[in-house]
């Protein structure tokens, strides 16, 4: 038995935890993916034994077409991508290229499931989602907002007032790309406090923090990076009354087997979460994350037993 729980048997929390939890980026880095190919691994991914985990999948305004283009070779029907289109605010400001995502989502059966972009004001925050509320009413919008080194708490109070949701940079490809423990949970705390949900994005690809390579190449640079298991178990405690404290000693948590998984929840040195909790947190507050990689994260949880 390990302490995570018992790898014969899918645990419902376990289940809930990861229920489309990963967005898949494929197209960029470090993985940096072509188009064919990307659309390819999710495809494959759709008709997988784990498709159950994956999200959305991550896509920049200017390559919808190229993406359109690359489902017409998979046998898989284009509505059943559920996209996540990031678009900037230099995207937002060209006329033609509104009009062009416009034109693409009339002749096409596109899920557009989310929009993604970046704004560093309350200003823009409130022109951003004026714009999506007007084109897009009944899509998700993920603003990412400055979270280093700690959030602005008027970002995330325009964000609430605004009906959006928040997005948090957790890595890169280098070792300055990755927020402190510290900076992460306040950014998650400031989040539940307004109410307002949110995804990670980078540096995620692995389930409990540790150091790690930061990119596929050979001999590349190495981090301690964040796991995905401790960000979203972090932000469902804290979503649940837990003191901040003490959600910064379990995303600094590395060893795995003090993560508890039971029938009835898990448990994380006497710090319990139902599994009634963590369904609630991962539908209102901590939604997913972006990886380039799927296998990663996959083969990582099945190491660790819990797949």
């Known amino acids: 038995m390990n302490a995570l729980g018992d790898s014969r048997v899918l645990k419902r929390p376990v289940?809930?935890?990861?229920?489309?939890?990963?967005?898949?980026?494929?197209?960029?880095p470090p993985?940096?993916?072509?188009?064919?190919?990307?659309?390819?691994?999710?495809?494959?991914?759709?008709?997988?034994?784990?498709?159950?985990?994956l999200g959305k999948f991550?896509?920049?305004?200017?390559?919808?077409?190229?993406f359109i283009a690359a489902v017409a070779e998979t046998p898989i029907a284009l509505f059943r991508f559920p996209l996540s289109v990031i678009v900037t605010d230099e995207d937002v400001r060209d006329p033609a290229r509104m009009a062009r995502f416009?034109?693409?989502?009339?002749?096409?059966?596109?899920?557009?499931?989310?929009?993604?972009?970046?704004?560093?004001t309350p200003a823009g925050i409130a022109r951003l989602a004026e714009h999506f509320d007007e084109s897009l009413p009944d899509t998700t919008v993920f603003i990412e907002i400055p979270a280093v080194p700690t959030v602005n708490e008027s970002h995330v109070q325009e964000l609430a007032n605004m009906n959006c949701f928040a997005k948090i940079r957790t890595g890169g490809v280098t070792p300055d790309a990755f927020?402190?423990?510290?900076?992460?949970?306040?950014?998650?705390?400031?989040?539940?406090?307004?109410?307002?949900?949110?995804?990670?994005?980078?540096?995620?690809?692995?389930?409990?923090?540790?150091?790690?390579n930061l990119t596929y190449e050979k001999n590349c640079d190495q981090a301690r990076m964040h796991g995905f298991l401790n960000v979203f178990?972090?932000?469902?405690?804290?979503?649940?009354?837990?003191a901040r404290d003490t959600a910064v000693k379990i995303l600094e948590e590395e060893?795995?087997?003090?993560?508890?998984?039971?029938?009835?929840?898990?448990?994380?040195?006497?710090?319990?979460?139902?599994?009634?909790?963590?369904?609630?947190?991962?539908?209102?507050?901590?939604?997913?994350?972006?990886?380039?990689?799927?296998?990663?994260?996959?083969q990582d949880l099945k190491t660790l037993g819990l797949l």
């Open 102 to 120: 416009a034109e693409l989502r009339a002749n096409h059966p596109l899920t557009i499931a989310s929009i993604e972009t970046k704004a560093d």
């Open 255 to 298: 060893d795995a087997t003090n993560f508890v998984f039971t029938d009835a929840g898990v448990e994380w040195h006497c710090q319990s979460l139902t599994t009634g909790q963590i369904v609630r947190s991962r539908a209102d507050f901590c939604i997913s994350y972006g990886s380039c990689s799927f296998d990663e994260p996959i």
């Open 15 to 28: 289940r809930q935890l990861l229920n489309t939890l990963i967005d898949y980026a494929g197209l960029f």
């Open 233 to 242: 178990l972090a932000a469902a405690y804290l979503d649940n009354g837990l």
């Open 179 to 212: 927020p402190s423990p510290e900076s992460v949970v306040r950014f998650l705390e400031t989040c539940s406090e307004y109410g307002v949900g949110l995804k990670a994005t980078a540096g995620l690809h692995h389930p409990i923090r540790s150091v790690y």
């Open 58 to 66: 991550i896509l920049p305004l200017g390559k919808l077409d190229d």
């Open 31 to 53: 993985a940096a993916l072509d188009m064919r190919r990307s659309v390819a691994n999710y495809a494959a991914y759709l008709e997988g034994p784990h498709a159950w985990i």
